[in-house]
């Protein structure tokens, strides 16, 4: 079946560095690739989407690439802060239903 | 304030009895969806309904049960049929039911069973 693998479980950054997680997808119709983050005890929250037609996509510190060919997509956070830290979910589309990860738990020490 | 709101934030289950975990929300979404999350594991879907009084299973939907009687409301009953209930429960809604539109989950409910 279709399924989502995600890169790093655990990513360990200094404040200001950068921070990178990566997932593959199998379903070669998946059209929508959002990011989610969760803190501690909440849901999740949305923090960036992007579309098959489009290769790369930024909000302030936050941008995600897709690699279409090679089912790629990828989560970069710049110039990391303390409250970055918390478990990062990517998810790719499927026919009715989101995908999930497995999960990142970034921590970013001051 | 528009959202989505899950109820209990905690809850304890005696082995063998049902619970009902409820989420109700005031966004006008059509889908609605429950998901399970267990450590290390991602998001994984147990039920979703994309138009009142109409649902789905999802991966994972043994031992559970739904209803969508209400656009605002999609309860989650765990059975006794549920071999692991012991689990954070998500409940999330999106405008529509193709899912390439932005999932709004809640704060989900601990559900443990003693």
């Known amino acids: 079946g279709e399924n989502v693998e995600q890169h790093p479980s655990t990513l360990s950054v200094q404040e200001g560095d950068s921070a990178v997680i990566k997932c593959t997808y199998s379903?070669?119709?998946?059209?929508?690739f959002p990011w989610y983050k969760q803190e501690l005890g909440k849901g999740p929250q949305l923090i960036i989407d992007?579309?098959?037609?489009?290769g790369e996509k930024k909000d302030q510190r936050i941008a995600v690439t897709l690699n279409k060919t090679a089912k790629h997509f990828s989560l970069h956070i710049t110039e990391t802060q303390p409250e970055d830290s918390a478990v990062y979910f990517c998810?790719?589309?499927?026919?009715?239903?989101?995908?999930f990860g497995t999960g990142t738990r970034l921590q970013v020490f001051p | 304030d528009g959202g989505i709101t899950q109820s209990p934030k905690y809850l304890f289950r005696k082995e063998g009895q049902n619970v009902t975990l409820s989420c109700e929300q005031n966004?006008?979404?059509?889908?609605m969806y429950w998901y399970r999350q267990d450590p290390g594991q991602g998001l994984r879907l147990i039920y979703y309904s994309q138009i009142v009084n109409d649902f789905q299973k999802g991966d994972i939907a043994e031992g559970y049960s739904v209803s969508r009687e209400k656009k605002e409301s999609f309860p989650l009953t765990v059975t006794s049929a549920q071999k692991n209930p012991t689990a954070f429960y998500l409940c999330a809604s999106s405008i529509q039911g193709s899912m390439n539109t932005e999932a709004f989950f809640g704060q989900g409910t601990r559900l443990t069973v003693v």
């Open positions: 998810a790719a589309s499927s026919t009715d239903k989101l995908i």
């Open positions: 966004l006008n979404h059509d889908a």
């Open positions: 992007i579309r098959s037609n489009v």
């Open positions: 379903d070669s119709a998946s059209n929508y």
